[in-house]
């Protein structure tokens, strides 16, 4: 039985957003679910424009949330992704021997300012926008009115999922957007023996709610009972004591949470409390180095399990190699990556796919069309399966390509648990 850890100490910055529910919960109140099918010959509006693009540069643009509340899972960790991405190709000569270069534009956590970023960095002249912020919903219209391609990791709306987007890429594939059932989370909670599972989401996020109501599906799929869903907290809350009572009475060995990260510490904590030891868990978010660094919040989640979308650190692989390489350029050599790393460094690998693609003399139309037509791309090995860019809405939010690695803290590090990834994909009807 896992030790019993009492109250909750002071929680970094860092640790207030977990990935996906505390991004997409906040937006998903303010946009409106889409998805479509890939449309066969679209094409980009201003396909021959090459703004930013010289004889020795190449200008790339990074919308970021580099100030204000996000700025905690996005911020510098995310410029410094990008920068260490960039410093790797301009060690090794450029693209086509052009170097490139970063303009960065803070959208300050917000949804008025962002729209503001991205229409600076257009009139910039860049040719290409790494997006890295939970705001870029509200200023992607600029982009995709204008064309200019854009790379961004796609959990803060429906429109990376939208086929009208076609200059939107998301590393880790298109997204559904509307919440359908993968086997995904079902494969995994049965791999690790969990029969009966408890589902915590936060109740006033509607993204949180439709994931987990979709992940709830997929442990019925092979079996497992899910006797609770809960949805009575509302997202941030830290008092879980009468949520695992419930849980404890059910008789449920597993956990699936859709919560930010302080409510998953409350929950394992108020659960340990009542003795409930168990076989599996599944809290997005969870794999990211702050987690480890705040050592109260490291204690509480000992022997705890989590989901990743990326390769972690801790499986050697070509895909961590490239990562680590990347966040040496700019000084990081902790053992695993912060969160806001993870966003931008994907998020800047594709944006070099893209250009790698495009061509000696790179034009948007074929920086898009190019990547459009891309149907394995893995960042080296760092997504667990391969991504098709020619299709819209056709991946599981809380996994990259349809696969996950499940990690454990053990002894207050990140251990796999896993070789290979979990990987699922689109359930029957």
Known sequence: MHQVVGGLRARS????????????????????????TAAPGQT?????????VSAKTIKIGLVVA??????????????????????????????????????????????TQNPTAVKSLISQGVFAIVESTPLFFAGYRDAVKAGIPVTGVGIDGPEWGDP???NLFNPWGSFATTYPTFTTEGKYLKRFGVTKLAVVAAGNSPSATGTAKANSNSAKLFGIEVPVFDTSQPLGSTNYNATAITIKNSGADGLLTEVVTNSNVAIVTALRQQGVDLKGSFISGGYQQALLDDPATA?????????????????????????????????????NPQQGHTFGYFAADLMVEGLKGAGKDPTWGSFITNLRAVKDYDAHGG????????KFSNVDPNSGANCIFPLQIKNGKFVALTVKPICGTLAKK
Request: charged share 15%.
């Open 383 to 390: 997504v667990g399966g391969k991504v098709d860019f020619s």
């Open 164 to 166: 009208k987007n076609y």
């Open 299 to 335: 204690q509480a989640m000992e022997g705890i399990m989590f989901p990743s979308q990326f390769r972690p650190w801790v499986l050697p692989g070509p895909g961590v190699t490239a990562f680590k390489k990347a966040m040496a350029t700019v000084g990081y050599r902790k053992p």
């Open 66 to 111: 580099l100030t204000g509340p996000a700025s905690s899972s996005f911020g510098k960790d995310s410029v410094d992704a990008v920068k260490g991405v960039l410093n790797v190709v301009n060690a090794n000569g450029g693209i086509s021997g052009r170097k490139l270069q970063l303009v960065v534009a803070d959208d300050a956590s917000s949804p």
């Open 44 to 52: 980009t509006p201003n396909a021959d424009s090459n703004p930013g």
């Open 13 to 36: 910055r860092r640790l207030r957003c977990g990935i996906g529910v505390a991004i997409v919960a906040v937006t998903a109140l303010l946009v409106a679910a889409a998805i479509g």
